[in-house]
């Protein structure tokens, strides 16, 4: 299985939509997020709450669902060297995504994001392993037909 750092901007898109499509997702791929992604979500509890398309109970079932299938890692566990060449990375970026980026190095795994800024910023700066939510999609789309079961 592909492993992925996640963004939260994609696990609140989940949790809003509650789609099909983010559970085939979280089932068939291995994601990794940073403990600072929980303090995100936390913020943006009730937003999530308000404009969720699911109903109560089905949003109790999709969140654990989600967050079942994300490894949380600690800020900890990233080392001094990665977080550094992250800082160096989005400091003219959004050094909130600092972490984010020092989990992509880490792990050595694409950093999977919505946030055009980041991602264009990034590549201007010639750091390859991120890609957009979108591109993901058409990619794996192509790749496999994990998207055509029913």
Partial sequence: MKEYVLGANIIFSSLLSGKN???????????????????????YQGKIIKKTKLSKLELQEFTLFIFSKLIIAPEFYITTESRQKAYNL?????????????LSIELNCTLITRDKPLFNGLIEQGYIDVVLF?????????????FKLK
């Fill in 134 to 146: 979108d591109n993901f999609i058409s990619q794996i789309n192509n790749e496999t037909d994990l």
């Fill in 21 to 43: 499509l983010y559970r085939k997702i979280f089932e068939n791929f291995i994601f990794y997020t940073p403990d600072f992604a929980l303090n995100e979500i936390k913020n």
């Fill in 90 to 102: 989005c400091k003219d970026i959004d050094i909130k995504d600092i972490v984010y980026v020092a």
